[in-house]
């Protein structure tokens, strides 16, 4: 009778765990745990054997067909910009800087050549998104980028989404306005921004690197297209879904005076079969 006891004890205790694990599993799905297990369990939905890098431009190939799009980003980096020349070496699309929040005082601030290169490149017949480049400590902070960008957009189509880039490393600053910010809080910055954005009927994207995203929660990421950024890799490192990928920082583009953001649009390949 008493080793029936033990074993119906055991039983028990054996029984609780499960329910306790089972009923704890959401919550640690939702945690860092849930976040490493995400990664862990990762499948790509590309075949990146179809990655073409001839000439340094990349290119996604499924029977023959080009299934992307090649573009660049600019900024006033650039200076004066020939359109029509960057259209004729077969660029596709530009992301333009829209504008920025400067990294100490925090200021808002229209890109010097906003104006000239989205006139431009839409007249040159290139397709346009644009991005601004975020330093928002708080989230009424990054409602007021949203809001910065709206208004200088006044109703403009685009063809490609509103990226929120958000960095902790600046040049030649040792610390920017948002170092030290644990991923609870820049999460909540970057939904905000996004948010708003959406709110006003145009699509909003993620841009990062491997510890740019990594300050956000993974799960926060998975119903937001990803820009991501990494450089002369063989294909992306990072265990997430993206769309574009700029792919390196010193492309050679007709019209454009010394290097350029190179990017490539996946978005036709999830369009359809993979062959």
């Given at each position: ?13 054996a029984?609780i765990?499960?329910?306790?694990i089972v ?7 939702q ?5 490493l297990?995400?990664?862990?369990t ?11 890098r001839e000439g340094?431009r990349y290119r996604y190939?499924v029977?023959g ?18 359109w029509?020349a960057v259209?004729a ?6 992301m333009?800087r ?5 990294a100490?005082?925090?200021d808002l ?8 290169n989205l006139?431009?490149?839409r007249n ?7 991005y601004?480049?975020s330093?928002?400590?708080t989230p009424?902070e990054a ?5 910065f960008v709206l208004e200088y957009?006044?109703?403009?189509p ?12 600046v040049l ?8 030290g910010?644990?991923?609870?809080a820049?999460?909540?910055?970057m939904?905000?921004f996004?948010?708003r ?5 145009y699509?909003a994207?993620v841009y990062?690197?491997a510890?740019?995203l ?10 937001k ?9 063989p ?5 997430i879904?993206?769309?574009l990928?700029?792919y390196s920082?010193?492309?050679q ?14 978005r036709?390949?999830l ?5």
């Amino acid at each position: 009778m008493a080793n029936l006891k033990y074993i119906l004890g055991v039983a028990a205790v054996a029984l609780i765990a499960a329910v306790s694990i089972v009923i704890a599993a959401p919550l640690i799905l939702q945690g860092a745990n849930g976040d490493l297990l995400r990664e862990s369990t990762y499948v790509s939905p590309y075949d990146w054997s179809k990655l073409d890098r001839e000439g340094g431009r990349y290119r996604y190939i499924v029977d023959g067909e080009e299934r992307s799009r090649i573009g660049i980003d600019v900024s006033e980096n650039q200076h004066a910009i020939d359109w029509d020349a960057v259209a004729a070496d077969g660029i596709d699309f530009a992301m333009v800087r829209l504008g920025y929040r400067g990294a100490t005082a925090g200021d808002l601030y229209l890109d010097e050549y906003y104006w000239a290169n989205l006139d431009g490149a839409r007249n040159a017949g290139i397709d346009c998104g644009v991005y601004f480049f975020s330093q928002a400590s708080t989230p009424a902070e990054a409602v007021e980028e949203a809001d910065f960008v709206l208004e200088y957009l006044n109703g403009t189509p685009l063809e490609y989404p509103i990226a929120f880039d958000s960095e902790e490393k600046v040049l030649d600053l040792a610390q920017s306005r948002t170092t030290g910010l644990d991923n609870a809080a820049m999460t909540e910055i970057m939904n905000a921004f996004c948010q708003r954005i959406e709110d006003a009927g145009y699509e909003a994207i993620v841009y990062g690197n491997a510890h740019d995203l990594s300050r956000y929660n993974r799960s926060s990421l998975e119903d937001k297209e990803i820009w991501w950024a990494e450089y002369d890799a063989p294909l992306p490192s990072h265990k997430i879904d993206i769309v574009l990928w700029q792919y390196s920082n010193a492309g050679q583009v007709s019209g454009i005076d010394g290097f350029v953001d190179m990017n490539l649009d996946l978005r036709g390949v999830l369009d359809e079969p993979q062959g």
